[in-house]
């Protein structure tokens, strides 16, 4: 069993970073056994409550399925983070997106803190108003989902 702790925002540059420790005729071998001994990608980030008093936690979460594996293995990592959109409910994975949104329909953080800890804002906006939320002068259709 072995933890380890890299300042990293997403799962997918996690993973870049431990390939890229390594000299660049290593890391296919490298890629080839993270791909099979890496059990999991937990990134987490403490933001400040929209009540303005303690923070709250936003966490994106990887679970290396068969398919994630085969991806790691292939240097696809850009093909991870719609693996992980799609995992949320089998494996229980989340993107960091999916926790915000949550946190933000919930009205634990503001949208002006939720937009700042994004790295993928346009996907973020259309999440938010599919799950029933606004985003200023734009309210979510009559028929969205809360």
Known sequence: LAFGTLHTNIAIQTINRIIDVFP??????????????????????????????????????????????NLIREDKLHQIYSQMQIGQSKFGMMTMNQSLVDLYIRKVISLDVCMAASSEQDELKTMILSAGGSIGNMAAPANARR
């Open 24 to 69: 660049s005729r290593q890391q296919g071998q490298v890629r080839a056994v993270l791909s099979f001994v890496l059990e999991g990608v937990i990134t987490q980030t403490l933001l400040p409550k929209a009540s303005g008093s303690g923070r709250a936690l936003a966490a994106e979460v990887m679970v290396p399925n068969a398919a994630i594996r």
